[in-house]
């Protein structure tokens, strides 16, 4: 699919189930990404919801000159900005979340994979912010450094140095291992 573009057409000419092609297939993803701004799982949710509301409510906003993906990941950045700039602060409280596996070859996998991911996601958060959001959308959503750029509102150029920068503090950060990792 062409992150979703053709979906978007369908629905534009009447088609309601590809409206939930493009959810399926992007939601997930924008989610994770509003996350890293707000570190709000569910605030981040809401973000999302209201991202993709715009495409139903102002149909002729999306113009198609970007990628679907990237101009949802402009407006999730946009509002995310928006909710920081304006939340109030709060207790928060955290569930813990359950792991289902069915044998001990299964746990010691899922407790590897945890692990990697936990190395991963702690030293991309000693990362600067701009590094840490290029790292994401090129190597986590496989955007191209055009498409970062526009959602980063940077050019390629500065994307290029950002992710030169971060792998080289990363692989200081993870050190050898990191290679692999990374």
Do not use: W
Request: with cysteine.
């Amino acid at each position: 699919m062409d992150n979703g573009a053709s979906s978007y057409r369908r629905f534009l000419d009447g088609d309601e189930s590809a409206f939930d092609e493009i959810m399926n297939e992007l939601f997930d993803n924008l989610v994770f990404f509003i996350n890293g701004y707000v570190n709000d799982f569910y605030a981040a949710e809401d973000i999302a919801i209201n991202t993709f509301s715009d495409l139903i409510v102002h149909r002729g906003r999306y113009n198609f000159k970007v990628k679907l993906k990237t101009y949802l990941f402009m407006i999730g950045r946009c509002r995310a900005l928006n909710y920081i700039k304006h939340r109030r602060t709060h207790a928060e409280t955290e569930l813990s979340e359950e792991l289902s596996v069915e044998d001990e070859s299964s746990i010691f996998e899922a407790v590897l994979k945890d692990e990697r991911r936990r190395r991963i996601y702690s030293a991309l958060e000693v990362l600067p912010s701009d590094m840490r959001t290029a790292v994401y959308l090129v190597y986590f959503e496989d955007m191209t450094y055009d498409d970062a750029a526009k959602v980063m509102k940077k050019n390629k150029k500065q994307v290029d140095n950002l992710l030169y920068r971060a792998k080289k503090e990363l692989t200081v950060i993870l050190g050898k291992d990191g290679e692999h990792l990374i």
